[in-house]
């Protein structure tokens, strides 16, 4: 069985809730047949974490996951710690919902999990090239003098902090102040090497560069409402997720193969952030 596995289904105006709801039953299905370990499972909910981890692994570095379709006609993903839904609480995404199918055009979903890491990620795109949802669930990497755990979960929910054209925010079950209080619901911003100052603008490849395609690491930081927050962390940066080096329209193709195993999925708005994130065949449902 492999530990990888990827979908693309294009969805069409009309009947939305029934297409909702194939997409919730394939989420369950391909996080199933990847590997991961199924904690517990209702009609509306679904909870998994990686390959070979169990609930009473509660580590800062042990992503855990729960895709919520109890709401009619949408399903979100939540990052928990710890047993749903006991303390502490969990910080979520919406994936989709019948609103997404609006009729404007064609809607298409990619999908991709890897039971070893426990990384996803789901896209949204629309007719035109562009994304209407980026949301991946991801790890950091842990710097090896950074041993400590309870300051900060290793693992979140990256997604644009308001449209797919602001800065990525990464969505963490806590962060631990420097008061030693939890801080629950905790959203730290990106930033990356090539961004320049403000952490909303778009990286940009040096004109004289001859490299035709580049990434760069993507890091989290604290953003304004935990100004005294991770000062006690070292936290490195985002597993499996790279930020294109390049806004220019045309530079990056949707699947174009950045290296074995990792792919671009450029925005067709230049001024929007481009990821690189890891991939395997899509199955097309």
């Known amino acids: 069985m492999a530990n990888q596995l990827a979908f693309k289904k294009t969805l069409v105006a009309g009947d939305e809730a029934t297409q909702v ?28 974490m990686r390959a070979g981890a169990t609930l009473a692994d509660t580590s800062d570095d042990t ?12 399903i979100t993903m939540h990052v928990l710690k710890g047993s ?6 969990f910080n979520s995404e919406k994936l989709l919902s019948v ?32 994304h209407d949802r980026a949301v991946v669930g991801t790890t950091l990497r842990r710097y090896p003098a950074d041993t400590t755990q ?36 905790a959203n730290l911003d990106t930033w990356s090497p090539l961004m320049g100052m403000s952490i909303s603008a778009a990286p940009t490849r040096h004109a004289s560069s001859t490299m ?23 936290p490195g940066e985002l597993e499996q997720v790279q930020l294109l080096t390049s806004s220019a329209a045309g530079d990056y193709t949707l699947e174009q193969v950045l290296s074995p195993g990792v792919m671009a999925l450029p925005d067709t708005n230049p001024s929007a952030m481009h990821l690189a994130l890891p991939y395997t065949t899509f199955t097309v449902l």
Request: aromatic letters at 14%; proline letters at 5%.
């Open 63 to 74: 992503p855990h996951w729960r895709i919520d379709s109890e709401t009619s006609g949408e």
């Open 212 to 234: 035709p395609a580049m990434a760069a690491p993507l890091f989290v930081r604290d953003s304004a409402n935990f100004a005294s927050g991770i000062t006690a962390c070292l």
């Open 150 to 185: 309870g300051l900060m979960c290793r693992y979140g929910i990256l997604q644009a902090a308001t449209v797919v054209t602001d800065s990525f925010c990464m969505r963490l079950p806590y962060v631990k102040l420097a008061n030693g209080t939890a801080q629950l619901y």
């Open 21 to 48: 709801n194939d997409v919730s039953n394939a989420l369950r299905n391909y996080f199933a047949n990847a590997g991961f370990t199924v904690i517990s499972q209702t009609i509306g909910t679904f909870d998994i």
């Open 84 to 89: 749903w839904p006991d303390e502490p609480p």
């Open 99 to 130: 609103a997404d199918i609006d009729g404007t055009g064609d809607k298409l979903v990619r999908f991709y999990c890897n039971s070893a890491t426990g990384m996803w990620w789901f896209y949204l795109t629309n007719s035109t090239g562009g």
